[in-house]
């Protein structure tokens, strides 16, 4: 009962997922082919409203629900990180037609191929967590 919120907020967003169409294999590949609006409307409404909560939860210095404080810890800023990471996130999104989020979400539409995909994201970041102390960050 105690992890019954976050079931609920986990159906919600893979509802939503599923929905929107933001799991579907045939958007995602319209988006790397630049022939649909669809997928960078998402992203970019999520974006620029993830921006606004940001900032509304810095100006407003709010806690969190036990009462803590919200601290945002800035990262240092190496363009070949970002350009690295992107690339390597951006292929594999490419290569599988999905992200991490809408991994669970085609799962739970019976899409059992997708196995395949998660478990290799799996293995993936056992490998990261091997390699991370050797890695640059």
Same mark, same amino acid.
């Given at each position: 009962m105690k992890y019954i919120k976050f079931i609920t907020i986990g159906f919600l967003f893979g509802i939503i997922m599923y929905k929107s169409q933001a799991a579907s294999w045939y958007r995602i590949h319209e988006m790397f082919r630049f022939e649909s609006f669809h997928m960078y409307g998402i992203i970019g409404s999520a974006l620029t409203l993830g921006i606004i909560l940001v900032q509304i939860i810095k100006? &407003? #210095?709010? #806690? &969190?629900i036990y009462g803590e404080p919200i601290s945002f810890t800035p990262k240092a800023k190496s363009i070949t990180r970002y350009l690295l990471? @992107? &690339?390597?996130? @951006?292929?594999?999104w490419a290569l599988t037609g999905a992200c991490p989020g809408p991994m669970y979400v085609l799962l739970g539409t019976g899409e059992w191929s997708i196995l395949i995909v998660l478990i290799s994201a799996v293995i993936g970041t056992f490998i990261y967590g091997y390699f991370r102390a050797k890695l640059p960050h």
């Open positions: 100006r &407003t #210095k709010m #806690k &969190t990471g @992107g &690339t390597i996130f @951006g292929l594999g």
